[in-house]
């Protein structure tokens, strides 16, 4: 066997010097994929949506996860509903149990609490996938109320996404309706007295509340129409609901702009960031497997809603210590501080509010009132311009404090709901925990709102002063005349920019309330509200330095500055003072690059 070498160097081969080299065709799989595709294009016309989103540049910040954990919960609630459904009854017809769970065996039930006990204990997997269920609604809800705070703090629902925070605040009310629908249908003890309390609370509507509730329930409570009826809300309305709902939120998120935290090279016109395909879709996909080993780690380690431990509902005793899920338990809070006199005679009937306030009007109201704050605010700003870059929550410090307050308020609601718990445990008058509860509803709050405005003009200030100073170093140097002062150490763009780039802003000045002609304005009035609502918002507002500010800062500090580079590479007569390293940069003829506005 012998093996023979060409030579490669003969004049021949020069010849295909410059041919084109032949790529390879696509495979037989790829040439079929992308015929399927072509096909799919032509009768859909899909390639162009598909292209944008595909190419659609999202930022990079944690806090834009939070979204997302609300989303992948979501999805894995309705896949693990979906398994459930497949042995859940949803009836109230009686049965007797003669499971797995030997307490119960021979005790009378509903078919729904028996299938519950049977997908705990007879199916393989079943309680898994049941505190899965249970623990993924937790967490979308708690990922989707923390997604708002990071939205409302920041800004992010100004123009040209409100309609886009009146679906996420419809979100999350169809949420705590999802929510109670679904840890009522197991039937059990404390389920069950929830369905209880829900009617009484229905009841309590005026004039129409007894009609309602024999229409809810079929007849008289308990009645055997009421849990179909919650499943069928539960599996099929709600979610439908939800998706939709959630489906346009994602389109407007898609179409509109990306918000983005403010950074040197970052506009209203840009997105800084990385587009869907490969970086952003890889990240996403790879979290959702993280957020769903996480619940179902939780789920695996923690027990949550042990149903046997409470026994099927029972109508007759009554129940203490029952509480709501955290989402619930503010408007169960509120029904306990809520003073008894509030009962009046009208028209010769009885209007009793003791009950339909906290129970019917505070949850609708909680929502009404976060939907429409964008537009409130819209409208005593003034401001209709559309925003893409984020607020620092300092910089509003009004905003932050409206917030805090109101995270507060609900706090006090929250642990109202559990005054017997803790007057049980600590040994205390469950009349003077709720009297402070009651008096804590009108401190706190205000409290709250006063602390955070104030730490946020605290805040603001210190970034003046870090913006015009620079940054402390603790090194004292001495000046050509004996003079000591110490140095400040430059910052570097990014960080100045961090400090400068919000706008300023002012309260708006009363015009006067008439005209050149001694005509008075019709709107004059309107105009003195939004004139003391912006004085609310804006009467404390620190701004951000202006490059005047920032000169007159640096002025003294420059040749005392040279002194210190002087000392290093060479004698540079001094001057007075000495402040920051930016004023030796522009000594020695370096520009900063400041990004201070003009």
């Given amino acids: 066997m012998s093996t023979e070498t060409f030579p490669t160097d003969r004049p021949a081969d020069r010849l295909r010097d410059g041919d084109t080299e032949v790529t390879p065709g696509s495979s037989a799989g790829a040439r079929k994929a992308g015929g399927v595709a072509g096909w799919i294009d032509d009768r859909t016309s899909a390639a162009k949506g598909v292209n944008y989103l595909l190419r659609k540049v999202f930022p990079d910040h944690w806090s834009f996860m939070l979204g997302e954990i609300a989303m992948y919960s979501l999805i894995i609630c309705l896949l693990s509903g979906a398994l459930l459904t497949l042995w859940f009854v949803p009836s109230a017809g009686h049965v007797v149990y003669d499971g797995s769970f030997v307490p119960l065996r021979g005790q009378g039930m509903s078919e729904a609490y028996a299938s519950t006990l ?8 079943g309680l898994l996938i049941r505190q899965i269920h249970h623990w993924a609604a937790l967490m979308f809800i708690v990922g989707l109320t923390v997604h708002m705070f990071r939205v409302f703090f920041t800004g992010a629902f100004r123009k040209p996404r409100e309609l886009n925070w009146v679906i996420g605040t419809v979100l999350a009310l169809l949420a705590a309706i999802e929510g109670f629908a679904g840890y ?44 179909p009826r919650l499943y069928s809300a539960h599996v099929l309305l709600i979610p439908a609901l939800l998706v939709g709902l959630f489906t346009a939120h994602i389109v407007l998120v898609a179409v509109q702009r990306h918000t983005q935290f403010p950074g040197p090279g970052r506009t209203n016109d840009n997105v800084v960031g990385y587009r869907v395909m490969p970086v952003y879709a890889a990240k996403a996909g790879g979290f959702f497997f993280i957020v769903f080993g ?8 923690f027990t949550i809603n042990p149903i046997w431990a409470y026994g099927p509902y029972d109508p007759s005793p009554v129940t203490a210590g029952s509480q709501p899920d955290w989402y619930m338990g503010a408007y169960d809070g509120a029904l306990r501080l809520l003073p008894g006199w509030l009962e009046f005679e009208l028209l010769g009937s009885t209007l009793s509010l003791n009950i339909a ?9 909680v929502y009404i009132v976060l939907g429409t704050y964008p537009f409130v605010e819209r409208w005593v700003t003034g ?25 507060v308020a ?10 017997d718990i803790i007057a049980l445990k600590l040994g205390m008058s469950i009349n003077d925990i709720t009297r402070a509860f009651q008096i804590g509803l009108f401190v706190l709050p205000p409290l709250a709102f006063w602390v955070t405005k104030r730490i946020c003009l605290s805040l603001q200030r210190h970034d003046r002063e870090l913006a015009l100073h620079s940054r402390e170093s603790g090194r004292i140097i001495r000046g050509a005349d004996g003079s000591f002062h110490e140095r400040h150490d430059a910052l570097t763009d990014r960080e100045r920019w961090i400090l400068v780039q919000h706008e300023p802003v002012a309260p708006l000045e009363l015009t006067p309330d008439v005209d050149e002609n001694g005509v008075a304005r019709p709107a004059a009035r309107k105009d003195r509200l939004r004139a003391k609502v912006s004085h609310f918002y ?8 202006t490059p005047a500010e920032l000169a007159a800062a640096h002025h003294d500090g420059q040749h005392a500055e040279a002194i210190e580079a002087g000392s290093e590479h060479g004698s540079i007569d001094g001057g007075d003072g000495a402040d920051t390293d930016a004023g030796a940069s522009e000594a020695r003829g370096i520009s900063t690059g400041s990004p201070i506005r003009e």
Wanted: charged share 15%; glycine share 14%; aromatic share 8%.
């Fill in 383 to 407: 401001d209709d311009r559309e925003h893409h870059l984020l607020d620092r929550p300092r910089n509003n410090p009004t905003r932050t404090g409206i917030g805090m307050g109101g995270i």
């Fill in 184 to 227: 009522s249908l197991p039937d059990d003890l404390l389920s069950g007295t929830g369905i209880r309390a829900m009617e009484g609370f229905v009841q309590t509507a005026p004039v129409i509340g007894s009609y309602l509730a024999y229409g809810i329930f079929g007849g008289p409570f308990p009645g055997e129409a009421i849990i």
């Fill in 294 to 301: 996480i619940i179902a780690l939780i789920s695996a380690l």
């Fill in 410 to 419: 609900y706090s006090v609601f929250m642990f109202a709901a559990g005054n």
């Fill in 357 to 365: 306030l906290g129970a019917l009007v505070l949850l609708p109201l």
């Fill in 118 to 125: 049977d997908i705990s204990f007879d199916i393989p997997g």
């Fill in 538 to 545: 804006y009467k404390d507002a620190v701004n951000p330095v």
